[in-house]
Structures are given as C-alpha cells and as structure tokens.
C-alpha cells in the first residue's frame, strides 16, 4: 500500500514525502478514501496511529478542489478539545498542505483574541479551534459558516470528558445543515455513539484499534513501589536507563510542579506542563522537550492530551490515573504510528483497585518488576481477569495488599514473570481492519490565496502572549467530568 493508491494528488503526496513516510498507517489506509468518498466517517483510533494525517490529508485534498473561502467564511471546521491539539493539528494542516493555495488558521482561548479576528477577516480554508474560543468569535461575527462544507471532531470522547457537549451542540446549531461530517475518538463509548446519532449519518466506519486495548508498539511494565518512594524509583530508572526523553504523568497540578523539582535537584532537567500554567509556559515547556533541552516533562492528563512528540520512547506513569481509560490515552504518547515504547507505571498498594480497574480494561495482567533497592513494603495483590457474574465482587483477588514481611519472594508480584526495570515485555498486538475506497469529489480550484504556517504561528503567538488560562482546552473545573471513578480512589484531579 502506498499514499499514491489513496487517491491523495501530487501536492499532497510530495509534502507527505517530505515529511518521510513511507507507507501509510493502518488508520490512513482506512480513513483517506473513505473521507475522499465524501461520506461521514467515524473513526475509533487512538492518538499516535497517525489519525491526524488520515482526516487532514483528504481533507485538503477535497478542499484544493473547491472554490476559495471568501470574507470570514470557513469551509472546513476541525474541533479539538486542546489548545495543545488545535495547535498540533493546525501544524499538520501547514506541513501537508504547503503546496497548495489554502488558507488555514488556529483558535483557541488563553491568547488575545483580536489577532485571531483578524486572521479571519479574508476568510480560511481551514480552522483548527477549541469550542469556547471559537463560540467567542462567532458571537463576535468574526466568522461565518454559510460556506461551511466538511466539519471534524477531533477526540471527540476527551471533549466529552472535559464537558465540552454543551458547546459542541451550541456548534452544531449554527453550522449549515448540509456537510460532510468526520468523528474520531479513542473509543467508542454508548455516549460517543450518543452524539454520533445525531451528527453523522450513514457513517463510514473505520478502526484500527480494537476497544480499549493499547497500542501494538508499547511495551508495558508495572514497578510496585512506596508511594514516598516513587521520586527515588524514577530518579534511579531514569539514570539506570539513560533516558534522554522521558514524558511523566502525574495525577495533580501539585504532584506535577513538586516532581519536576526533585527531578532537577538530582540534576535530571525537568518541566511540568498543567493546567495552571501559562500558554506560554506550556508551549515553551513542550518545545523544550522536544528538542531535547529538557529530558522529562511531568503532565497532567488534560495537558498532555493530544501531544504529538515524534517516537517518543519512554513514558511513565508516576501516578496511575484514576479513570482507567486514561490509562490506554497515556501510553498513546508512546509507541506512535510503528515506533517502539515502553510505558511504565510506579504503583503503590493504595492504587491497587485503579490497577485492577486498568488490567481488566485492557484484558490482561501486566508484567512486574522491582526497582533494586526500593522494594515495596506490600506485595501488590494479582489482579483477577475472570469475567463476574453481576453483581459479584469486582476488585483484586486479594484486595488487601499484603505485606512484604508475610511474603518470602520480591521479585515478582504475580507469577507472570519479571523483566529488569527499563526493558519491560511486549505489549499485545493490536487489530487492523477494513474499509473500502470510494467516489472522489470533483470541483474546480479557483483560489489564490498564499499557502501559511498557521500552527507555527499559533505557537509563537501562544508564547510571546503568554497570558492566563481561558476555558478553551481548559475547561473549568465544574464542568470536568471523569467517567467510572474508581471507588477508594485518590481525589480525583483537576488539571
Ligand atoms: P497522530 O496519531 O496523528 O498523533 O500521529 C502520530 C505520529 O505519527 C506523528 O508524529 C506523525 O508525524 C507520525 N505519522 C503519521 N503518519 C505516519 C506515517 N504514514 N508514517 C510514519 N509516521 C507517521
């Protein structure tokens, strides 16, 4: 298979070259021809399968045929849950899209607004946005959506757990009836059905994972330790290991800010990216890491949502996230489109049900190790992945953790076997499946408009502005929702 056969024309095909892929992956083999066919598509694929150039590929290429956005217009809408994603996704639309006469922008709150309704003024072909910022505009008549023909929720499972609906159907009210609609999502969940009734209709369906089960590349490992000796553990796999880049998840704000402190005081270069922190901060925080100043960014789960570091290698979970879904997003930074990951989660005896809660989500028990010198106090108990009859109990065989003094053995928690930390086993191979080619749109290509670099500029804006929090891509903390808490769980965080 190669992006030739995809029906993609040759300004595309030569930026995607440029770009140096090869073949496309499994979600672009599906996704390509399937949005080229004109048709709602909704696609389950998870962040790191390379789903942003399979809907924004096709998308400039059925835009390069029409004609121009003209004063304010938009003719392709995609809507992402994060300034960080928006940001990202605005880069890809710039780097794939460079040959061609399109016109693209970014929108999202936590920067001056008034740049933004100037770049709109000439109308774009393509606005990446966050929901709030971009309801801004338009009650400010800084856009219009009467020229609107294709319309893309990127994530749309994390919108709904940052309690995005609302503006969503707000979005939905005034964009013209008429328009080709595209779905992606990490999962497939009876919510996210919920709100692909009423907004794809006779949806193509693709999906390259399977429901909740994690990428094919990542090699996951769980270390049990203390929790007051997580910062040693990670220190010492960091240097045992000679990590260079390494993305951390903490479960709070606080957490986060307090790691990337004790990482730096042993002299491992650390940044933490979160909710309270700047746009500025947090963008200059990520382009630190991705050219390697720093080695390890600590985030939060909202923050780190969405990030697109090439092949990143190493990502631990320094606490295990209290929504087990979460779990499968993390380990989505690592291991991405056919790189090799390794996911590795320091976990307590308190988080032994988020632990039971993760391996019956993904079916199957992960494999253990020790960090040599910081063994546990408590053996962590061994999750049991028998399916219960309802109402039966659904935690841990042994739900309370026993200690270590009762146990004779501390190698291994849960007979599977032991790797030494930093080499941890493969994870399990992911599916791949059908979807058929289709119709090509036609149109004729009138527009003269110069092609830009949006998504960089976004970022430099985003920077130099560097101003407070806005609920775009931050939705307030009232109108977070998590799903499925785990009961006993930590408090849940805020971002
Ligand atoms: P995404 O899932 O869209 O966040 O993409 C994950 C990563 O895969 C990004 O760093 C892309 O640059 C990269 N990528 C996307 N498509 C391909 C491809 N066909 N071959 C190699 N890398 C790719």
Same mark, same amino acid.
């Given at each position: 298979?190669?992006?030739?056969?995809?029906?993609?024309?040759?300004?595309?095909?030569?930026?995607?070259?440029?770009?140096?892929?090869?073949?496309?992956?499994?979600?672009?083999?599906?996704?390509?021809?399937?949005?080229?066919?004109?048709?709602?598509?909704?696609?389950?694929?998870?962040?790191?399968?390379?789903?942003?150039?399979?809907?924004?590929?096709?998308?400039?290429?059925?835009?390069?045929?029409?004609?121009?956005?003209?004063?304010?217009?938009? &003719?392709?809408?995609?809507?992402?849950?994060?300034?960080?994603?928006?940001?990202?996704?605005?880069?890809?639309?710039?780097?794939?899209?460079?040959?061609?006469?399109?016109?693209?922008?970014?929108?999202?709150?936590?920067?001056?607004?008034?740049?933004?309704?100037?770049?709109?003024?000439?109308?774009?072909?393509?606005?990446?946005?966050?929901?709030?910022?971009?309801?801004?505009?338009?009650?400010?008549?800084?856009?219009?959506?009467?020229?609107?023909?294709?319309?893309?929720?990127?994530?749309?499972?994390?919108?709904?757990?940052?309690?995005?609906?609302?503006?969503?159907?707000?979005?939905?009210?005034?964009?013209?009836?008429?328009?080709?609609?595209?779905?992606?999502?990490?999962?497939?969940?009876?919510?996210?059905?919920?709100?692909?009734?009423?907004?794809?209709?006779?949806?193509?369906?693709?999906?390259?994972?399977?429901?909740?089960?994690?990428?094919?590349?990542?090699?996951?490992?769980?270390?049990?330790?203390?929790?007051?000796?997580?910062?040693?553990?990670?220190?010492?796999?960091?240097?045992?290991?000679?990590?260079?880049?390494?993305?951390?998840?903490? &479960?709070?704000?606080?957490?986060?800010?307090?790691?990337?402190?004790?990482?730096?005081?042993?002299?491992?270069?650390?940044?933490?990216?979160?909710?309270?922190?700047?746009?500025?901060?947090?963008?200059?925080?990520?382009?630190?890491?991705?050219?390697?100043?720093?080695?390890?960014?600590?985030?939060?789960?909202?923050?780190?949502?969405?990030?697109?570091?090439?092949?990143?290698?190493?990502?631990?979970?320094?606490?295990?996230?209290?929504?087990?879904?979460?779990?499968?997003?993390?380990?989505?930074?690592?291991?991405?489109?056919?790189?090799?990951?390794?996911?590795?989660?320091?976990?307590?005896?308190?988080?032994?049900?988020?632990?039971?809660?993760?391996?019956?989500?993904?079916?199957?028990?992960?494999?253990?190790?020790?960090?040599?010198?910081?063994?546990?106090?408590?053996?962590?108990?061994?999750?049991?992945?028998?399916?219960? &009859?309802?109402?039966?109990?659904?935690?841990?065989?042994?739900?309370?953790?026993?200690?270590?003094?009762?146990?004779?053995?501390?190698?291994?928690?849960?007979?599977?076997?032991?790797?030494?930390?930093?080499?941890?086993?493969?994870?399990?191979?992911?599916?791949?499946?059908?979807?058929?080619?289709?119709?090509?749109?036609?149109?004729?290509?009138?527009?003269?408009?110069?092609?830009?670099?949006?998504?960089?500029?976004?970022?430099?804006?985003?920077?130099?502005?560097?101003?407070?929090?806005? &609920?775009?891509?931050?939705?307030?903390?009232?109108?977070?929702?998590?799903?499925?808490?785990?009961?006993?769980?930590?408090?849940?965080?805020?971002?």
């Amino acid at each position: 298979m190669s992006f030739s056969s995809l029906g993609l024309s040759a300004p595309i095909l030569t930026a995607v070259t440029d770009k140096g892929y090869q073949t496309p992956s499994p979600i672009q083999a599906q996704a390509i021809p399937a949005v080229l066919s004109g048709k709602d598509v909704m696609a389950a694929a998870q962040t790191g399968t390379g789903k942003t150039a399979g809907f924004t590929l096709p998308l400039l290429e059925l835009l390069s045929q029409g004609p121009r956005a003209r004063n304010k217009q938009v &003719r392709a809408l995609v809507l992402t849950p994060t300034r960080e994603l928006a940001a990202q996704v605005a880069e890809s639309v710039t780097t794939y899209g460079k040959h061609l006469p399109l016109r693209s922008a970014v929108v999202f709150g936590g920067v001056g607004i008034g740049p933004q309704i100037s770049r709109l003024q000439r109308g774009v072909d393509i606005l990446v946005a966050t929901p709030g910022r971009l309801l801004d505009l338009y009650q400010q008549q800084a856009l219009s959506f009467s020229q609107l023909e294709i319309l893309v929720l990127d994530e749309a499972d994390r919108m709904l757990d940052m309690g995005f609906i609302h503006d969503i159907k707000k979005i939905l009210a005034i964009l013209p009836p008429k328009r080709q609609n595209l779905m992606f999502s990490a999962t497939f969940s009876d919510e996210i059905r919920t709100l692909a009734k009423g907004l794809v209709h006779n949806p193509v369906e693709v999906s390259v994972t399977p429901r909740n089960s994690t990428a094919n590349t990542v090699a996951q490992l769980i270390c049990p330790v203390d929790k007051s000796k997580k910062s040693a553990a990670l220190v010492k796999l960091i240097q045992q290991g000679d990590w260079q880049q390494v993305l951390v998840f903490s &479960r709070t704000k606080h957490g986060a800010n307090r790691l990337a402190k004790a990482l730096d005081a042993k002299g491992i270069t650390a940044a933490a990216i979160h909710g309270n922190k700047s746009q500025g901060a947090r963008t200059k925080a990520l382009a630190n890491f991705k050219s390697g100043e720093i080695r390890v960014l600590v985030a939060t789960d909202i923050a780190a949502r969405g990030l697109d570091i090439d092949q990143l290698p190493q990502v631990v979970n320094f606490d295990l996230p209290n929504v087990p879904e979460d779990y499968v997003h993390r380990i989505g930074r690592t291991g991405r489109a056919g790189a090799d990951g390794k996911a590795i989660s320091l976990v307590s005896d308190e988080e032994a049900k988020l632990l039971a809660d993760i391996e019956r989500l993904i079916g199957k028990n992960l494999p253990r190790t020790l960090v040599e010198g910081l063994e546990p106090s408590h053996t962590l108990p061994e999750t049991d992945l028998t399916p219960k &009859r309802h109402g039966q109990h659904k935690g841990p065989r042994n739900p309370k953790p026993k200690s270590n003094s009762q146990r004779s053995s501390n190698r291994s928690g849960n007979g599977q076997g032991s790797d030494k930390a930093g080499q941890p086993r493969r994870g399990d191979q992911a599916q791949g499946n059908k979807e058929g080619q289709g119709r090509r749109r036609t149109g004729a290509s009138t527009g003269t408009s110069k092609p830009t670099s949006e998504g960089q500029q976004a970022q430099n804006q985003a920077q130099n502005q560097g101003k407070q929090e806005h &609920r775009d891509g931050n939705a307030p903390a009232r109108r977070r929702r998590r799903r499925r808490p785990s009961q006993g769980a930590p408090k849940p965080a805020t971002n």
